[in-house]
């Protein structure tokens, strides 16, 4: 019997998304492993927290899916970007990702809104409110970044920036 409950149109931007959260996540581990090997560890620690939350995402997307009676389809992941500059290039970029990330998941919510389709529209708010936190915070890191990188001479800051992430929220 076919229990499909979300439209054909809704299953394509669902797995897209869901490759996209896959994307996000070679971004994070790429971006994690750079500062990893030039001596930032608590930066890198904090970055691949982000690499698995954003799998988690990727796998809460599949799983939607497949509970709604489509069809979740595993697709090629681009690759990750080139290393960022520097620290802060590494952040720009990131907010960046989340920002563009945060669009495609708004036309998620705009067309299950369009079809009244309510089970998705309320599935979708969790990744609304998630990009939110997401923004929010890495937003919150660039300024603390900007701080420690402008206003006082040498890298003594950063240094303390860096510890710091180690045990920041994800
Ligand atoms: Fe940036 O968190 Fe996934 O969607």
Known sequence: MNTKR???????LLNTQMTREAYQAQVYLSYASWPGVNSFSGIATF???HMHEEREHMFKILKYINDRGGS????????????PKDIGD?????LK????????IDKIVNLAHEEKDWATFNFGQYFVTEQIEEETLINGIIDKYNLTSTEIKGNTNLYEM????????Q
């Open 97 to 104: 990702h989340e920002i563009n990330n945060s669009k495609e």
């Open 162 to 169: 860096d510890k710091d992430l180690t045990n920041a929220s």
């Open 47 to 49: 970055l691949y927290g």
């Open 72 to 83: 979740a389809k595993i697709e090629a992941i681009d690759a990750a970007p080139a290393n």
């Open 6 to 12: 979300i439209s054909d149109k809704m299953e394509k």
């Open 90 to 94: 590494c952040l720009a970029k990131i």
